[in-house]
């Protein structure tokens, strides 16, 4: 987590222990925190992350990677023997007398084996090569009936007008519910909840079973993150929180579960976490996203929280007798700082695929952290078993409240996509549609006829948005021909975002510039802006009207070009894919070389540029007269934070990740090209002798900074004459910039990312602006205040310089970062100037003066 220090203090004032709370109802911490965050925060150093040759690959089509997760063509049981993994003594969960994730598969072949409704499967693997487990209950299918219930899923989805006058559609459908679990690797207990419910509902004689299972299916993600779980940390082996991630979508683990929901369309959905006492259950705090369809949310979501609820305070279990308070509903019980907001958390995405109850639900009594250390074993023995039952709990609650209201869920389920299908305007919730839902809690946006995605700044980026958007099961359609829309042309092979779409509100969700909610609320939970559309480096319009003959795609159109003419040939590096074509070209030794934020391709190597510019849809052309310095490939010192790390692996270039500790330890300077510093690296901590071989570095290498550490680095090590001023903590989201050239913004997006962020005044005669904050605003959308003495707020920051760049006194080329372009992987518009400032640094003062 990333706290701003009132968060920070009331976290720690949270109590742990039953007689630091009066008894009665517990007010929920306030304000809210979603999760204790005993894993290394995001700016930590990241330097027992793991490289893995397939994270690259990985990433290089979200298309081919996309299996369907469930087969239509087969009934259930299915009675897959699934693969059991070695015995892995170190497993976190064995300490807590929980289920190892080697424990998970025989369990799982076993309740196959006992009867008729339990079939799992291996739906992908975790990012350090894990299984992933999804478990489907429900009551036997001939592949006929599963073949129909996924007509009607189908039908539901895409002609939903159809499907809502249907009358005997919802009697005949099996009401989809996903229960999702351990999402954070060090909140176990929702996974052995998950098998116990399995088992339950495998072996019962209840007749109520019977019928829920004739009439729902389950879907069980028995462990979403099993690198965490096993290593007893929330993220998973890259560094990374998943429940962070679905907008973005990086980690394998994530665009696991995105297909679940996807596929099964489950009407409701709960995540599984730990540890707020009394157990925490949504519905959320206000801001709520505006995305939705909030009406028909609310309602059923505050129906099955309360019914969480009852059955959570139903165990029993007391404060006085057990430590378990009675549990809390931010919603109704807390005024902000829960919020459902941006849609990076599991039950905020789950809405734009039809879920029309989602709820994070935590479980009451810590284990983790500093409990699972300095606990003894038997007293987190007693808490686990007591979280097990809870989260059992509320999975019963849920799947009853399914039987329950199935035939609501449903055809609010089909109301979601009839309003998408049908364009209407966002709802303005009624006041008092449940208790207590006030103007505070009224969200809406405004929905353009159509978004135009076009390759303006970069056809690659185009490519790459148009697949994220159709693996996220938006509908894509290219243009035939060229046409306008609100008094703009666009050209033929442009792509069109009609918002007459059943998922119309994810779409929006990402192509929206979103809002600046700053006067609204005091406290965000996590981050407040993201957009798609502003930060991911292509052209997205939205357009009033639409008249255009455009046809459906299932995968972006090919992007690489290379000119016919002969002579040497330019890649201008204003894309990610542009950035692995060049380290490609670099890896294989080419002679390339470094010009104004450009690569030239000399005429020589024509073959291997054809070959980059097919394998990454990059475009080259003619470099005229053209030259500049020769550039070989960046190697990379880098004290960074996780989603750093793995953002420059993507990207191609050799990284070692290092720290203060590394460095004191004796470090040898002679691979390293450039030092990457944001994270665990403090100049002044360094001993004598580390200082002295990172001064040396520095007469030949360059640096690249970002944040406070790196602004501290960069006072410290005294490269460059700039004094960083910090933003409000806890502010970020999407600003508007100004790019003024040089090396590194020439080229950028107008938009860029911030969280807690940084300007540069005092500036030396060596310093060079390449990025600004715009004099308007600058925030587009996101939370920026000023601190409580009235500094640190956006005006402040108008005009200011966001990202420098200059030669030191000894040689070194340096670049400060302000802003955020690497942040959790998700700005992908934004790499390209860390390319572009990493090539800079190390033409001039590495390769150049290396030879
Ligand atoms: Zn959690």
């Known amino acids: 987590m990333r706290l701003p220090p009132a968060l920070l203090a009331a976290l720690l004032l949270i109590p742990l222990v039953p007689q630091a709370v009066s008894a009665g109802p517990v007010a929920p911490p306030s304000p809210a925190v979603r999760d204790f965050g005993n894993g290394p925060e995001r700016n930590e150093v990241a330097a027992d992350v793991p490289e893995r040759a397939d994270a690259l690959a990985a990433t290089q089509s979200e298309q081919a990677e996309r299996p369907g997760t469930l087969s239509h063509e087969r009934g259930y049981p299915r009675r897959t023997r699934l693969p059991v993994p070695p015995e892995n003594p170190a497993d976190a969960s064995i300490k807590l007398g929980l289920v190892p994730h080697h424990g998970i598969a025989p369990r799982l072949n076993d309740l196959q084996q006992r009867g008729d409704r339990v079939s799992a499967q291996v739906i992908g693997h975790s990012y350090g090569g894990r299984d992933l487990y999804l478990v489907t209950v429900t009551a036997p299918e001939s592949a006929a009936e599963t073949r129909e219930q996924e007509r009607i899923r189908e039908r539901i989805e895409n002609d939903p007008a159809a499907a809502a006058r249907d009358r005997k559609l919802v009697k005949r459908y099996k009401a989809p519910v996903f229960v999702n679990a351990n999402i954070h690797g060090n909140e176990w207990e929702g996974t052995d909840a998950a098998l116990r419910v399995i088992e339950e509902l495998a072996t019962s004689k209840d007749p109520r079973i019977a019928d829920l299972l004739a009439r729902t299916r389950l879907y069980f993600n028995i462990t979403a993150n099993p690198d965490g779980r096993v290593n007893g940390v929330r993220q998973n082996g890259a560094g990374f929180d998943l429940n962070r991630d679905f907008v973005t979508a990086s980690q394998p683990e994530v665009r696991a579960m995105r297909q679940i929901m996807i596929d099964a369309q489950p009407v409701t959905m709960i995540d599984l976490h730990g540890y707020v006492n009394g157990t925490l259950i949504e519905p959320t705090t206000p801001p709520h996203g505006a995305n939705y369809e909030y009406d028909l949310f609310i309602q059923n979501t505050y129906a099955n929280g309360l019914g969480m609820e009852a059955a959570v305070n139903g165990l029993g279990y007391t404060a006085e007798k057990d430590g378990v308070y009675p549990a809390q509903i931010p919603f109704r019980d807390s005024a902000e700082g829960w919020d459902d907001w941006p849609p990076i958390f599991t039950p905020q995405y789950a809405p734009f695929h039809g879920a029309v109850a989602a709820h994070t639900v935590e479980i009451p009594l810590r284990v983790n952290g500093s409990d699972y250390t300095q606990q003894p074993v038997e007293e987190l023995r007693r808490r686990s078993a007591i979280n097990t039952d809870v989260a059992a709990a509320a999975i019963r609650a849920t799947y009853a409240f399914v039987r329950d209201r199935h035939d609501r869920l449903i055809a609010d389920q089909i109301e979601v996509f009839r309003r998408g299908a049908a364009g209407e305007p966002s709802r303005t919730v009624p006041l008092g549609i449940v208790p207590g839902f006030g103007p505070e809690d009224v969200y809406t946006t405004t929905f353009p006829r159509a978004y135009v995605i076009t390759g303006r700044r970069s056809q690659a980026a185009a490519a790459r948005l148009v697949d994220h958007l159709i693996a996220n099961d938006v509908r894509v359609e290219r243009a035939r021909h060229a046409f306008r829309a609100d008094g703009r042309t666009y050209p033929a092979g442009s792509y069109v975002v009609d918002m007459r779409q059943p998922k119309r509100g994810l779409a929006n969700v990402m192509l929206e510039a979103g809002a600046d909610i700053s006067p609204r609320v005091d406290a965000m939970y996590d981050i407040s802006g ?322």
Request: hydrophobic share 45%; proline share 5%; charged share 15%.
């Open 530 to 851: 993201w957009s798609h559309g502003l930060l991911w480096g292509a052209g997205v319009d939205g357009v009033t009207s639409l008249r255009v003959q455009a046809d459906p795609v299932k995968t972006a159109a090919p992007t690489g070009s290379v000119p016919r003419t002969p002579g040497a040939l330019a890649l201008k590096v204003s894309d990610a894919k542009d950035v692995l074509a060049l380290n490609d070209l670099l890896a294989q030794g080419t002679a390339v070389t470094w010009a104004d934020g450009a690569a030239v391709v000399p005429a020589s190597a024509r073959a291997a540029a054809r070959a980059v510019s097919e394998r990454y849809g990059v475009v080259l052309t003619p470099a005229g007269t053209a030259s500049g310095v020769p550039l070989s490939r960046v190697r990379i010192a880098a004290a960074a934070s996780a989603d750093e790390l793995f953002t420059l692996r993507e990207l191609g270039f050799a990284v070692t990740p290092v720290s203060t500790a590394v460095l004191n330890a004796g470090y040898d300077w002679s691979g390293t090209d450039v030092l990457f510093v944001s994270s665990g690296l403090s100049y002044t901590a360094l001993n004598p002798a580390a200082k002295a071989a990172l001064d040396a570095f520095l007469t030949t290498g360059g640096v690249i900074t970002r944040g406070g550490t790196g602004a501290t680095f960069n006072a410290a090590a005294g490269l460059l004459t700039a004094t960083a001023v910090a933003g409000r903590g806890d502010a970020n989201g999407v600003v508007r910039v100004l790019s003024t050239g040089g090396q590194v913004g020439g080229g950028s997006p107008d938009h860029s990312f911030v969280y807690s962020p940084r300007w540069f005044t005092g500036l030396g005669p060596e310093v060079t602006v390449e990025q600004s904050y715009a004099a308007e605003g600058p925030l587009v959308s996101g939370h920026w205040r000023p601190d409580a003495d009235g500094t640190g707020g956006q005006d402040a920051a108008r005009g200011q310089a966001a990202v420098v760049s200059g030669r030191d006194e000894r040689g070194a080329a340096v670049v400060l970062f302000g802003t955020e372009p690497m942040f959790r992987n998700h700005p992908k518009g934004l790499f390209p100037q860390v390319a572009r400032a990493l090539y800079w640094a190390s033409s001039v003062t590495g390769a150049a003066v290396k030879g």
